[in-house]
């Protein structure tokens, strides 16, 4: 009989234990369970610019109905989407105007961010209008500011985005190399800057990869999904220098930003 009562009073201790444990961690997974919004960061790779079908509602930032962070929406129904990327934008621009949205309600963030901020819009007007020299002179500049100030620009931006959204998984877009080496371009740029400005986006990836994983984000590489779509390719995902649509040259079409960008987030998300 005291063995049948020690057993009892074992057996209610050890489910009532369990059942303690099961409803910490329970309590404890809820936030991160129930954080399921998506809101998608960053500048003009990833606000859409050059894929046309823009928002009316979101004037200069030029975001796109067929931008990758509006595709994933449509495709995955978050439980909230909210939609911040403009272009233009630089690590600064992150910082001040878009995390709004950031809670504690949001599951999944994504951005791309470090070009402008690198000065490429300034390097590809420098290589399309100035001699070769003047383009690698400038290219190194960049890659000089990468090195020394970049990654302290992007520490603060995914620090804040931690802060605000503690629960979310983020995933950092890249940059695609602009162009194939020895394609089916006859005028333009040569090929030793064509080279050289593809060197420089491997190096700037290379940067933002690095801090994202020091921060335990997610890197998205999209140079493997553009290979073979580069300017030069002949079925080219980029738009190469547009006089009449400055803004658009060297951005991803909407090819770029479906079959570039959104596979690759897709993947890792």
């Not at 629960?167 to 090929?191: D, H, I, M, W």
Request: charged fraction near 15%.
């Amino acid at each position: 009989m005291r063995r049948s009562r020690l057993t009892a009073t074992v057996t209610s201790l050890l489910l009532a234990a369990a059942f303690a444990l099961t409803g910490a961690t329970a309590a404890q997974a809820s936030p991160a369970a129930a954080a399921t919004g998506y809101v998608a960061l960053g500048d003009s790779y990833s606000s859409g610019v050059g894929a046309g079908g823009y928002i009316a509602s979101s004037g200069d930032c030029k975001r796109s109905t067929k931008a990758y962070p509006y595709l994933w929406a449509a495709a995955h129904s978050p439980s909230s989407f909210h939609f911040t990327a403009c272009s233009g934008a630089r690590t600064s621009d992150v910082v001040a105007n878009q995390l709004g949205p950031l809670g504690s309600g949001t599951g999944l963030v994504s951005l791309s961010i470090g070009g402008n901020d690198a000065g490429f819009a300034d390097v590809m007007t420098t290589c399309v209008l100035q001699s070769e020299q003047s383009c690698i002179a400038r290219i190194n500049t960049a890659k000089a500011y990468v090195d020394s100030t970049l990654p302290g620009r992007l520490d603060t931006v995914y620090s804040a985005i931690s802060a605000k959204a503690p629960a979310a998984q983020v995933v950092v877009l890249g940059y695609p190399r602009f162009y194939k080496l020895n394609g089916s371009c006859v005028a333009g740029l040569t090929e030793g800057e064509r080279s050289a400005i593809n060197d420089a986006a491997d190096y700037l990836d290379s940067a933002i990869a690095k801090r994202a994983a020091d921060h335990g984000f997610t890197f998205g590489d999209v140079r493997s999904t553009f290979t073979g779509h580069e300017i030069c390719s002949g079925s080219s995902w980029l738009h190469s220098v547009n006089w009449l649509n400055i803004g658009e040259s060297y951005h991803p079409n909407a090819a770029g930003q479906s079959g570039g960008y959104l596979p690759v987030l897709d993947r890792v998300a």
